[in-house]
């Protein structure tokens, strides 16, 4: 049972432009969400998060949007830069029934060309 | 600045063998997690420790694998004997408190020959 998914394991941008990368969940419980970016060969890093009470948040160039009854988050970076390619990861908290532990997503490799 | 510290970072194994992996959280975080990454794949939990109690470890394939956390700071998990569907990345994570930010390691890649 797959409770996070990210339904596009790739996305290529060119530089300067908008990258939008996607995530659904299907549990209900999930009440804090959370974007980590993964170089290779490295551990995930946190990027962003946003409780279930707010629907946007942003920090510099990343800004997440949440709809909680589409059950979707978005991930938006704008201006992409080269640096920005890795994988990003979607990650969901229900603290209610299991605190603060991470469901992930499958990731999405971004690929931003110069 | 404070890291998650993991060793080895890199692990080639025959099949059958034992093989351990140890973390060192960063300093005041109760809560410690194991996760593996099969390449292609998002993280998944393995073990969840509150200090030296295991709180969740439903996922954690228990014929072959132990984890333990005695003094409640740094970690060790074992896996007697390694199968091949176990190579992947073993990410070790620490928390404080109830932010739900985990803060990772650089991981342990196991390659199970």
């Known amino acids: 049972d797959q409770q996070v998914k990210q339904n596009s394991p790739s996305l290529s941008v060119q530089e300067g432009r908008i990258s939008i990368l996607n995530c659904d969940y299907t549990?209900?419980?999930?009440?804090?969400f959370l974007w980590y970016k993964k170089y290779p060969a490295e551990g995930p890093t946190f990027l962003i998060s946003?409780?279930?009470?707010?629907d946007k948040n942003e920090d510099g160039r990343f800004t997440v949007f949440l709809n909680k009854s589409a059950k979707h988050l978005s991930l938006h970076i704008v201006p992409s830069q080269p640096g920005d390619s890795a994988v990003y990861f979607c990650?969901?908290?229900?603290?209610?029934?299991?605190?603060?532990?991470?469901?992930f997503g499958e990731g999405t490799q971004l690929t931003v060309n110069p | 600045e404070a890291e998650v510290a993991q060793s080895p970072r890199y692990k080639i194994t025959e099949k059958s063998q034992a093989v351990a992996f140890w973390c060192d959280p960063i300093?005041?975080?109760?809560?410690l997690y194991w996760y593996r990454q099969i390449l292609g794949q998002g993280p998944e939990l393995l073990v969840q420790?509150?200090?030296?109690?295991?709180?969740?470890d439903s996922q954690l394939p228990k014929d072959r694998f132990s984890a333990e956390r005695l003094k409640g700071v740094d970690s060790t998990l074992k896996i007697q004997p390694a199968e091949l569907g176990d190579s992947a990345m073993y990410l070790c994570?620490?928390?404080?408190?109830?932010?739900?930010?985990?803060?990772f390691g650089e991981g342990s890649r196991l390659t199970v020959l």
């Open positions: 994570a620490s928390s404080f408190g109830h932010t739900g930010e985990l803060f």
């Open positions: 549990n209900s419980m999930f009440d804090y």
């Open positions: 946003i409780s279930s009470i707010k």
């Open positions: 990650a969901a908290s229900a603290w209610e029934t299991s605190g603060s532990r991470l469901t």
């Open positions: 300093s005041g975080h109760a809560t």
């Open positions: 420790f509150q200090d030296e109690s295991v709180v969740d």
